[in-house]
């Protein structure tokens, strides 16, 4: 029987998906039609995936860094695998974020319907009806605070996207303790062939220990 597997949105892996509305825009004027704009491009882009593959640079305002590679299918499957010395693997399916921690023997799940990780992962989303969108906007950049609609004092998730071309750079969070942490995302593949069997979720030995 497995007793490893642990419900608590407490854990680490939210800071990727989890975290308060407390990052500051700046007080750049979008009118309607730019923001309709932006939504729209923003839509494409994300609808467009049906696979994505790329390295990523994580850092935190506390100076840790990590390294690592992102995949992404279509509908609902994703794998963030972190690069030594990380033992870390975050899974989603079209269920559960499922956090496994290989130095700590740990594997931890929530639902992904209580995380924005469901944007990036559902077949097709529109933005404007799931969530409320501040925009800011600079010269090479938009970018987009998601609140949920439904308890909007929760922060979501706050996309980065590159104008030229118009492209997911990253996106930043900031959890519970104030910390700050940046996903960037390096040398994307998009819609090229991923073995779906690499993202799905196979519990490890130790689990059932």
Wanted: hydrophobic share 45%.
């Amino acid at each position: 029987m497995c007793n490893k597997i642990i419900v608590n949105s407490k854990f680490f892996f939210l800071t990727f998906f989890i975290f308060l509305p407390c990052i500051f825009l700046s007080k750049t004027v979008i009118s309607d039609v730019s923001k309709k704009s932006a939504i729209m491009h923003a839509e494409n882009w994300i609808n467009g995936i049906q696979t994505l593959k790329a390295n990523f640079l994580q850092t935190t305002s506390h100076g840790k860094v990590a390294r690592g590679q992102i995949y992404i299918m279509k509908p609902g499957l994703m794998l963030i695998d972190y690069a030594p010395p990380t033992k870390i693997k975050i899974y989603a399916n079209q269920h559960w974020i499922i956090y496994v921690d290989h130095e700590l023997k740990e594997v931890n799940q929530i639902p992904i319907s209580g995380t924005p990780a469901h944007l990036l992962l559902k077949k097709v989303v529109r933005l404007a009806d799931e969530a409320n969108i501040m925009l800011q906007e600079d010269k090479n950049s938009f970018r987009f605070l998601l609140t949920r609609k439904d308890d909007p004092d929760e922060g979501l998730i706050n996309l980065i996207f590159s104008k030229e071309p118009w492209q997911l750079r990253g996106w930043t969070v900031i959890d519970q303790q104030g910390i700050k942490t940046s996903f960037s995302l390096l040398a994307a593949q998009i819609n090229q062939p991923i073995n779906k069997k690499e993202l799905q979720y196979y519990a490890p030995d130790w689990a059932f220990e």
